[in-house]
């Protein structure tokens, strides 16, 4: 039998991608403006899920921030980023855990919420999906603030196009999958050739107006919703790349 398919993400960035992942250290400039605009006292803890490396646990920490905890589901990761933490004599506390599953934190526990890099999107499970979202509610502080990350649907025009030939073949091979269940259009760089065969690790799209309700109705108040197009040239407001939510939770 195969692998259930909600593990295949995560084998991926144990083995394929660990090593850009891992030693990845920059931060992008619409993350640099979201914790810039958002994360403005630098006494409160923060939480930052699917860490790989630390980049951006290591990057608050050079803010002054010092209560920083971060996860991710790849022991492999976490135990490189213990190492980076200890040569860089980082304060910042590194645990293995899944987003769906935040039982090693206790309630209301963080005042400052971080999901970079579509990391909720490599969920594929879609029960576990909206159980991660539940999740970051119920280690939220009330008055906290969050900032979510998704692959945008509706930000590439040619989506439609692939989700309607992947949706065919579906039927065709008695496979499961929505439209919005997506293989990876590249792997490390370079072009994945395999993308409408069987049994591809998928990334979850979500639409910015069902993404938001859903948000809303678990109870997070919605602040802003951009994408890193808009974010990083307001001036143009193109609705490219990745989809930032900012709530804040009651």
Sequence with gaps: ??????????????????????NEQGIIAAEALLIRNYFT???????????????????????????????DIVPKMIAHARELAEKKQSAVQFQVANAADLSI???QQFDYLIYPQQVLCFIEDRTLFHT??????????????????????EARWYNPILSSVLVLLRRLRGEKGTGYDLPWLKLNGAVNKKFFHKHQPVLYWVRRKKITEELQHIGFTM???????????PAQGKRTGMLYLICTRP
């Design 41 to 71: 006292d630098a006494t409160k803890s923060v939480l930052e899920a699917g860490t790989g490396g630390g980049r951006i646990a290591f990057y608050l920490e050079q803010l002054g921030f010092k209560d920083i905890q971060a996860f």
């Design 1 to 22: 039998m195969s692998e259930p398919i909600h593990h295949v993400n995560a084998d991926l960035y144990a083995h394929d991608l660990f090593d850009r992942w891992a």
């Design 132 to 153: 991660a979202l539940r999740e970051a509610y119920r280690v939220a502080k009330p008055g906290s603030v969050c900032v979510f990350s998704f692959l945008d649907y």
């Design 223 to 233: 602040v802003d919703v951009k994408n890193a197009g808009e974010l990083e040239n």
């Design 105 to 107: 934190y206790p309630d």
